[in-house]
């Protein structure tokens, strides 16, 4: 199986920053699959809905997402009407290789293979991708499908809902576990070359009183919710984490009422890496993480963690913490793997020690979650030998700062370090 990871970029119009571009590059990605366009069927207008001015680098794969559903097959001009506006939409430079998006009706499967074809044809492709939902496996119209297109990339997460009746008994499904590794061994008798679609996400999901979900949060934090009086933690909830929700309110702009629940979920190592064994065991030809991060998406790892996931590593992080000219607090992710927040799990504390007292200074915690006297002690700031800045994650060459001033010139000497009650070290 290729070592190098693949990735989509979805429903995103703003360019890669000069940082994602250089983590790819360092993480050796394979394929970028970016979402250019929603295309489909309303009202019996062909309405295509572009992702602003997003631009598709060179050697990066274009992806039209179909509306779900059966309109955009059933209808006769489908594949001619997309391959017109693709023709204007590249001023006639068509790319060589495009992906398609689309949730097919099983009984449609037969239909979406000559789609594929008639689309193929008219813009003289060399290479056509598709998205698959890993029950196509099943059907006896998958093999025609198949020998429509270059490369598949079946996704192996949201594959099943939580039943009402064990999320009230406190247990949820994780996102990709053993539901995922059953599908991907049944991909084994794929022909056609595929690749494993892996999620990268985390979720917070809401639930009413009768535990049917209501919905996910788009925009959402964890230090919002550790901030949040209204939020109680629930004990003894497998496949996620659980809150409570103590009393009706708005949530990250999203109305909450008493009795319901949030839960938060992402995919542990531990998982991934036996999905990524499963898929190379099945004869997937690469893995596809989804995604990089967007609007309203809450991503997991970095490229440089999920490149040292997909070669069989196991990616440590490795924390240095200094302190600069202007007196802030810098720490830093020098390895080659994420220092995550599990859900559940307490911020990262980085605590500083001092010989004496009158070391630090009340200031803002800049970059940090928070910053605070540890162990409930009242003592203030400025006359406390110890100071706990709190914080939820740090990927890959991040640093995250603290606000100017936080060490006091002059009384810097003996300043030690240690996150999350590791042995002190010396304070760079």
């Not at 295309?39 to 274009?62: Q, S, Y």
């Not at 890496?273 to 790892?301: C, M, N, Y």
């Not at 720490?331 to 980085?350: A, F, S, V, Y």
């Given at each position: 199986?290729?070592?190098?990871?693949?990735?989509?970029?979805?429903?995103?119009?703003?360019?890669?920053?000069?940082?994602?571009?250089?983590?790819?590059?360092?993480?050796?990605?394979?394929?970028?699959?970016?979402?250019?366009?929603?295309?489909?069927?309303?009202?019996?207008?062909?309405?295509?809905?572009?992702?602003?001015?997003?631009?598709?680098?060179?050697?990066?794969?274009?992806?039209?997402?179909?509306?779900?559903?059966?309109?955009?097959?059933?209808?006769?001009?489908?594949?001619?009407?997309?391959?017109?506006?693709?023709?204007?939409?590249?001023?006639?430079?068509?790319?060589?290789?495009?992906?398609?998006?689309?949730?097919?009706?099983?009984?449609?499967?037969?239909?979406?293979?000559?789609?594929?074809?008639?689309?193929?044809?008219?813009?003289?492709?060399?290479?056509?991708?598709?998205?698959?939902?890993?029950?196509?496996?099943?059907?006896?119209?998958?093999?025609?499908?198949?020998?429509?297109?270059?490369?598949?990339?079946?996704?192996?997460?949201?594959?099943?809902?939580?039943?009402?009746?064990?999320?009230?008994?406190?247990?949820?499904?994780?996102?990709?576990?053993?539901?995922?590794?059953?599908?991907?061994?049944?991909?084994?008798?794929?022909?056609?070359?595929?690749?494993?679609?892996?999620?990268?996400?985390?979720?917070?999901?809401?639930?009413?009183?009768?535990?049917?979900?209501?919905?996910?949060?788009?925009?959402?934090?964890?230090?919002?919710?550790?901030?949040?009086?209204?939020?109680?933690?629930?004990?003894?909830?497998?496949?996620g984490s659980a809150l409570a929700v103590e009393k009706s309110f708005t949530f990250q702009g999203t109305a909450l009422e008493e009795g319901q629940t949030l839960l938060?979920?992402?995919?542990?190592?531990?998982?991934?890496?036996?999905?990524?064994?499963?898929?190379?065991?099945?004869?997937?030809?690469?893995?596809?993480?989804?995604?990089?991060?967007?609007?309203?998406?809450?991503?997991?790892?970095?490229?440089?963690?999920?490149?040292?996931?997909?070669?069989?590593?196991?990616?440590?992080?490795?924390?240095?913490?200094?302190?600069?000219?202007?007196?802030?607090?810098?720490?830093?992710?020098?390895?080659?793997?994420?220092?995550?927040?599990?859900?559940?799990?307490?911020?990262?504390?980085?605590?500083?020690?001092?010989?004496?007292?009158?070391?630090?200074?009340?200031?803002?915690?800049?970059?940090?979650?928070?910053?605070?006297?540890?162990?409930?002690?009242?003592?203030?700031?400025?006359?406390?030998?110890?100071?706990?800045?709190?914080?939820?994650?740090?990927?890959?060459?991040?640093?995250?700062?603290?606000?100017?001033?936080?060490?006091?010139?002059?009384?810097?000497?003996?300043?030690?370090?240690?996150?999350?009650?590791?042995?002190?070290?010396?304070?760079?």
């Amino acid at each position: 199986m290729d070592p190098a990871p693949a990735f989509w970029v979805w429903h995103r119009s703003s360019g890669l920053s000069e940082a994602e571009v250089e983590g790819l590059r360092k993480s050796d990605a394979g394929p970028i699959y970016r979402q250019i366009v929603e295309f489909g069927l309303k009202g019996g207008e062909w309405t295509p809905r572009p992702l602003g001015n997003a631009e598709v680098a060179k050697g990066t794969i274009p992806v039209v997402r179909l509306d779900p559903g059966p309109a955009v097959m059933e209808a006769t001009d489908g594949a001619a009407m997309l391959a017109r506006w693709l023709s204007h939409h590249f001023g006639g430079a068509i790319p060589s290789s495009l992906q398609l998006d689309y949730d097919c009706p099983v009984r449609l499967l037969p239909r979406y293979a000559a789609f594929i074809a008639e689309l193929r044809g008219q813009l003289g492709l060399k290479e056509i991708s598709i998205t698959a939902l890993p029950s196509w496996i099943d059907s006896p119209a998958f093999p025609k499908l198949g020998a429509a297109v270059q490369e598949m990339v079946p996704m192996f997460y949201d594959l099943t809902a939580d039943p009402p009746a064990e999320i009230m008994n406190r247990k949820a499904l994780p996102i990709g576990g053993e539901d995922s590794a059953r599908w991907i061994r049944r991909w084994k008798t794929c022909k056609t070359p595929w690749r494993a679609g892996l999620p990268n996400f985390e979720r917070l999901s809401l639930f009413k009183r009768d535990g049917t979900l209501s919905g996910h949060l788009r925009q959402w934090t964890p230090e919002a919710a550790e901030d949040s009086p209204l939020l109680r933690p629930i004990p003894g909830f497998t496949g996620g984490s659980a809150l409570a929700v103590e009393k009706s309110f708005t949530f990250q702009g999203t109305a909450l009422e008493e009795g319901q629940t949030l839960l938060w979920r992402a995919p542990a190592d531990d998982d991934l890496t036996e999905l990524i064994k499963e898929a190379s065991d099945a004869g997937a030809k690469g893995i596809v993480w989804f995604a990089l991060p967007g609007p309203g998406l809450r991503t997991t790892h970095s490229p440089r963690h999920l490149a040292s996931l997909t070669r069989g590593e196991i990616p440590k992080p490795s924390i240095t913490v200094r302190q600069d000219s202007a007196g802030r607090i810098v720490i830093r992710n020098n390895g080659h793997g994420d220092l995550t927040l599990k859900p559940g799990q307490e911020m990262h504390r980085l605590v500083l020690e001092a010989d004496h007292a009158g070391a630090f200074a009340t200031t803002d915690a800049g970059g940090f979650f928070r910053i605070s006297v540890p162990d409930d002690s009242t003592v203030s700031i400025n006359f406390s030998q110890r100071l706990l800045l709190q914080f939820p994650r740090l990927l890959v060459e991040e640093e995250i700062e603290s606000a100017p001033g936080l060490i006091i010139r002059g009384n810097d000497q003996g300043l030690r370090w240690s996150l999350n009650g590791s042995s002190p070290l010396p304070l760079q």
